[in-house]
């Protein structure tokens, strides 16, 4: 069984930053891709962020493009979405997750392990 926890939500200003972490237990972590999502109150979750199990590769919605930065440190079982310059529309809970190897990384189908999320509050 996988667990993956969340950390580093919270409020900030806009234009502030937040650095997310996302903490994993078990020994194969290195061996997955992993996501970010979000889901803001009545929206669909969606895709944010992912990136590949060694951390050479990393892709972005456009929406979070050029402000948001996924790394991994796989000696720690962690992953991390750093957020700049962010925007009261980037309010929601963000969730990290692992991906099913060889699936699709923008669809939150792909995945099969989910944290509980964290929640990311920007005021304008």
């Known amino acids: 069984q996988v667990q993956l926890v969340e950390s580093g939500g919270g409020l900030v200003q806009a234009g502030g930053s937040l650095r997310l972490s996302c903490a994993a237990s078990?020994?194969?972590?290195?061996?997955?891709?992993m996501g970010w999502f979000r889901q803001a109150p009545g929206k669909e979750r969606e895709f944010v962020s992912a990136?590949?199990?060694?951390?050479?590769?990393?892709e972005y919605a456009d929406s979070v493009k050029g402000r948001f930065t996924s790394s991994r440190d796989n000696a720690k079982n962690t992953v991390y979405l750093q957020m700049n310059s962010l925007k009261p529309e980037d309010t929601a809970v963000y969730y990290c997750?692992?991906?099913?190897?060889?699936?699709?990384?923008?669809?939150?189908?792909?995945?099969?392990?989910w944290g509980q999320g964290t929640q990311v509050t920007v005021s304008s």
């Open positions: 990136i590949s199990r060694r951390g050479e590769n990393s």
């Open positions: 078990g020994r194969t972590f290195s061996s997955y891709d």
């Open positions: 997750a692992r991906r099913r190897v060889g699936f699709f990384a923008r669809s939150k189908n792909s995945y099969d392990y």
